[in-house]
């Protein structure tokens, strides 16, 4: 019998909504998929008994190289400022920068992930001016570096894991954890932003309810209609690496079927779009951003065509916040409407 | 073994949301004086300014990934100061749902997962409750973890139909809610509220959650709790036998902003604050912070209150020992929370519990009660909710205006106050209810409720970190990520 994977959980500049969502995991929950991949919890600031002294020494006998680490999980963005001292988060219970702590602890961990956009990139903490200093673990925003650097490799020789989102769908880190725990997590299972590919091979829009009217470029016009939100409302679901509309979240949800856009929280620098979220930026009535790989000519002409296509269903349909005009059997002609 | 004169600095402080450092000054047997610590800063009140307005939507929420929804609703309520028109009824009730979904989950989430692994400390392996509770109780390897994690996922499942996800909406809107439902989505919503009041009836209280809420004494309650099955009863059984009633007294006022707004404008929860057991009306104007103990610039002059003050951070302030800032109602320290909330709407059962001050027993009840009270209220909000109906009015924010966002996340009041110009935030503040509750001394040093509640806390023979201390700051449900915002 091998030992338990040891798993240590910190938190720094971060809201906590991470592992929040991570306590809503189904199929099987969380202490479940745990117990199920042979992880032991050193100490997650959520769920352990120790506290005090006794959590502090068993992060301390990690970062001193004293007890082996084997899975390093940090959630919020590390936090450089004042003036690169730390101090906007020192680690309670001591004088020491958290910055620091962090730092010594990943670099005894065979597998150090970032989860929630936050530790990866930086994310919403690092928003505005960034006056406290916000950076991920190896990114600050999309430049390579953060806390720990460019060429960081953790004991297993890989790079941070990014578990990006803003929160994480918590299938996304207990599958990252139990693939881990199965020996079979490696290079081959991350994108070029070091997210697993669990979830990133995907983009928001594969899936979407809206498909048709994407296709037909019926459009919605304001938050809470049923039609594409890509051309007015800020939508990036058609760029954005994530299985959100394969994967229901909480049951059978999503950004998009709750009748809001997607607003890219598993890519650097999310918090900073350059235009108001729910709010398309366009040139000439064209949308600046435009679905991955689909050449700019093409999306206008096929854009212009399909709008000249557009079913009455589907346009009577895209500006109201329910169907209007619902799909009907034509072999059934002449009946009118419903039994 | 504590000496007289003694400091405990416990930290970190964890199974509350987000950082915390208690400091103790001990005498041989009780905590003397009490500093409460918040060491992270996040600046999101800074990093709003100059956002287009709708913006804060998107921001406000990921303050707190606890009580996101909470967020998420003072700030449409601080924005519909902007907005002309008026939530539908359907809107109400759909924000209504969400918003008790996310703060029922916090209480249920608090009581299994971050309060009562305390009592499953080897400290009390000699007490005649221990095994059960051990059993029940023990951190992640407990019976109750497992049976209340996919409870609580099920329950968090009417997220996913009300409000796209669960945590960080923007289907909270001013005007309501983006997300109308269908006919067929109203039933299972129903089905969902259902299927969790099944389980707080049989696992967690023991009985019909209308039975619970009717409650009106302590003595009800205790005959109520006697050979009684649950988790609910197990934590009585052991209040009793530890004195929980008489641990992490305070005795100033309670204040409570209102939760779950109402046709009239009223709440089902009232606003209010309730001072020397009577109910009054809450002053929202009396609201200001005072940064005298915190690591803030001070402006100079007396607090304006937050629709104008916006302190900047600054390490240099030599009295600072935290950063949550020390909000004062009239210059009064004031505490909030499920019992606050439930004291200031006249709850007999709470004003008893609360008789002599509140206290550990009466915070832990009052979130019980608030789960027997709110979930039947939910049941009748859906049954009122026409799907045909709009769940939203979609009128346009001005550009120009400001607007107070007065709620109660599950911890108790919260606010964001707003100034905008030209379509953009000119001005945020938001005040957090652990802000209230842990909040340091003020100018006059008066210190924050926890800072009170902590005085006079026994202290066992060679505790480093008293379990008392514990039981004491965990009752309050504290979250400090909302704190330092």
Known sequence: ?339 | MSEPGNRLVIGPFNRVEGDLEVRLETSAETVVRAEVSSPLYRGFERMLVGKGVPDALVYAPRICGICSVSQSVAAAYALAGLAPGRVPPAGRHAVNLIHAVENLADHFTHFHLFFMPDFARPIYADEAWYPQVAERFTAIRGSATRDALPARAAWMEIMGVLAGKWPHTLSIQPGGSTRAISRAEKVRVLALVRGFRRYLETTLLGDALEAVAALDSGDALHAWSQGRKGDFAQFLAISRALGLSALGRTRGAHMSFGAYQDRAGGHLCARGTWVAGAAQPLETGAIAEDVSHAWYAEAGGKPQGPLRDAPAPDLRNQEAYSWCKAPRLGGQVVEVGALSRQLVAGHPLLSDLALRGANVEARVVARMVELARVVPAMERWIAAIDPDEPFIDPAALLPDGEGAGLTEAARGSLGHWLRAREGRIEHYQIIAPTTWNFSPRDARGVPGPLEQALEGTPIRAGETEPVAVQHVVRSFDPCMVCTVH
């Open chain 1, 1 to 339: 019998m091998t030992r338990p994977l040891r798993l240590l959980w910190l938190q720094s500049g971060g809201c906590g909504g991470c592992t929040l969502s991570l306590l809503g995991a189904s199929g099987p929950d969380l202490v479940t998929a745990l117990d199920l991949a042979g992880v032991e919890v050193v100490w997650h600031p959520s769920l352990s008994a120790a506290t005090g002294s006794e959590a502090r020494a068993r992060i301390e006998a990690i970062a001193a190289g004293e007890a082996p680490l084997d899975i390093f999980c940090l959630e919020g963005s590390v936090m450089t400022g004042p003036d690169g001292t730390g101090l906007f988060h020192r680690m309670a219970g001591t004088d020491e920068a958290m910055m620091r702590v962090i730092e010594r602890v990943a670099r005894r961990a065979d597998y150090v992930l970032a989860v929630g956009s936050c530790a990866a990139f930086g994310g919403i903490t690092a928003a505005g001016g960034n006056e406290v200093g916000a950076v991920g673990l190896a990114y600050d925003g999309r430049q390579a570096g953060g806390l720990l650097g460019p060429d960081f490799r953790s004991g297993k020789g890989l790079p941070v894991i990014n578990i990006a989102g803003c929160p994480i769908h918590p299938d996304w880190f207990t599958e990252t954890v139990l693939q881990i725990a199965a020996g079979a997590f490696d290079a081959r299972d991350i994108d070029e932003w070091q997210r697993p590919l669990s979830y990133t091979t995907h983009l928001v829009h594969h899936g979407c309810a809206r498909n048709e009217f994407y296709e037909f470029k019926a459009s919605a016009e304001k938050l809470s209609d049923m039609g594409c939100m890509m051309e007015h409302l800020g939508c990036k679901g058609t760029q954005a690496r994530a299985d959100c509309n394969i994967r229901p979240w909480n049951g059978s949800g999503s950004c998009l079927d709750g009748n809001y856009p997607c607003i890219a929280c598993t890519a650097p620098g999310f918090e900073e779009p350059g235009h108001e979220f729910a709010l398309t930026p366009k040139i000439s009535g064209i949308p600046v951003g435009l679905p991955t790989d689909m050449p700019k000519a093409w999306f206008v002409a096929l854009a212009s065509l399909s709008k000249a296509a557009t079913p009455a269903r589907l346009r009577d349909n895209a500006a109201r916040d329910r169907l209007v005009t619902l799909p009907q059997d034509k072999s059934l002609k002449g009946r009118k409407g419903r039994p």
